[in-house]
């Protein structure tokens, strides 16, 4: 059974950086398509960034890219989530999400949280003003 454990979540100060991980056991990431996802207290969750580890192709929502950069190690079987000049709105708890057939396959778009089958617990991202 495929499981998704995110870490590196925390607390830091607005303009500051964290680095958040999502290892993936029971398969190899190379098979999947990986989604970073938020959700602020009060919203939905919401897509921001996408690895299609296969074709090394990323996305990112337009209010993190510049900032935030999405990247898999294979070996490793995680993939990472490097988030600079945070800021407060950024305040979430982040999902890593996957799926075997990447959502365009289907019809879909990366951003469509739904379409993924596998999620982790979350990790809770606070940024002080």
């Known amino acids: 059974e495929v499981q998704l454990v995110e870490s590196g979540g925390g607390l830091v100060q607005t303009g500051g950086s964290l680095r958040l991980s999502c290892a993936l056991s029971?398969?190899?990431?190379?098979?999947?398509?990986v989604a970073w996802v938020r959700q602020a207290p009060g919203e939905e969750r919401e897509g921001i960034s996408c690895?299609?580890?296969?074709?090394?192709?990323?996305y990112y929502k337009d209010s993190v890219r510049g900032r935030f950069l999405i990247a898999g190690d294979i070996a490793k079987n995680t993939v990472y989530l490097q988030m600079n000049s945070l800021k407060p709105e950024d305040t979430a708890v982040y999902y890593c999400?996957?799926?075997?057939?990447?959502?365009?396959?289907?019809?879909?778009?990366?951003?469509?949280?739904?379409?993924?089958?596998?999620w982790g617990q979350g990790t809770q991202v606070t940024v002080s003003s």
């Open positions: 999400a996957a799926d075997i057939k990447a959502p365009t396959s289907k019809g879909a778009t990366w951003y469509d949280v739904w379409e993924y089958d596998y």
């Open positions: 029971g398969d190899t990431l190379d098979y999947y398509t």
């Open positions: 690895i299609t580890t296969s074709a090394r192709s990323t």
